[in-house]
């Protein structure tokens, strides 16, 4: 499976790092909507779903999470713990989260407002519905 982990270029200077995030530039879409996960509990599990249309990238802005990326034929495990890093998640990728740090803040930038009707939260509905699947 295709990972695609965006460098995000760091501005630093003696007065600390700074990161930029802009739409077509380095972010590869429109940016309409921004969220965070915050004060995730020790051994709390999120994700178990995949989109339809929506396209993020996730930053860990602080600590650390990992994230489980399925395409329906791989199982990919990676840890996210870099804030000059942005992880690309496109559509039809079922995502797992687990292991946040208890200091851990990510934030994810998507390409469409939220809507739940673009969630797929049942696995075998998952595999079922991604394109061009035989
Ligand atoms: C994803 C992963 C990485 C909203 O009202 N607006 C929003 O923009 C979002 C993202 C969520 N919500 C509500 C819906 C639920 O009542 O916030 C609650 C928690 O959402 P959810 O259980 O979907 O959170 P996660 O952490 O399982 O998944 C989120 C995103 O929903 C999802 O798109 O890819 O983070």
Same mark, same amino acid.
């Given at each position: 499976?295709?990972?695609? #982990?965006?460098? $995000? ?17 380095? !972010?590869?879409?429109? !940016?309409?909507?921004?969220?965070? $996960?915050?004060?995730?509990? +020790? ?8 989109? +339809?249309? $929506? +396209?993020?990238?996730? !930053?860990?802005?602080? *600590?650390?999470?990992?994230?489980? /990326?399925?395409?329906? +034929?791989?199982?990919?495990? $990676? #840890? ?25 803040? #990510?934030?994810? /930038?998507?390409?469409? /407002? ?12 998952? /595999?079922?519905? !991604?394109? *061009?699947?035989?």
């Amino acid at each position: 499976m295709d990972i695609k #982990l965006i460098p $995000l270029q760091t501005h630093g200077d003696e007065r600390g790092s700074l990161v930029a995030l802009e739409s077509g530039n380095n !972010i590869p879409f429109e !940016i309409k909507r921004v969220y965070y $996960l915050f004060n995730t509990g +020790k051994g709390v599990k999120r994700g178990f779903h995949a989109h +339809k249309l $929506l +396209k993020q990238v996730a !930053i860990a802005v602080r *600590g650390s999470c990992r994230f489980i /990326l399925d395409d329906g +034929k791989e199982r990919v495990n $990676l #840890l996210l713990d870099n804030p000059a890093q942005g992880l690309v998640i496109d559509s039809y990728v079922w995502r797992e989260m687990v292991d946040f740090s208890e200091d851990c803040v #990510l934030m994810v /930038l998507a390409d469409e /407002l939220y809507d739940e009707s673009d969630y797929i939260r049942n696995y075998d509905d998952f /595999l079922e519905l !991604i394109p *061009g699947r035989a």
